[in-house]
């Protein structure tokens, strides 16, 4: 199945905005977001589909407090 979205595009932004948005709609949510994602981000590594320098970019953006 192929991966698509933010997370293999790299777009940090969009994830940013993604946080952002559960914490004001569903801050619940927020660690499941976390979890996929990063779930996600390990498949798109060992597909060669996302460099581990963007990776590491989105890792810092998952692990910020507040989203944003």
């Known amino acids: 199945a192929a991966l698509t979205g933010p ?3 790299g777009d940090v932004s969009t994830v940013r905005g993604h ?3 559960m914490d004001r709609l569903a801050p619940r949510a927020r660690e499941l977001y ?3 994602a990063r779930r996600e981000i390990a ?3 060992g ?3 996302l ?3 963007r990776a590491a970019e989105l890792e810092v953006a998952l ?3 507040g989203g944003a």
């Open 7 to 9: 997370l293999l595009r």
């Open 19 to 21: 946080l952002a948005a």
């Open 34 to 36: 976390r979890a996929a």
């Open 43 to 45: 498949l798109a590594i």
């Open 47 to 49: 597909r060669g589909e």
């Open 51 to 53: 460099s581990a320098d």
């Open 63 to 65: 692990g910020e407090a």
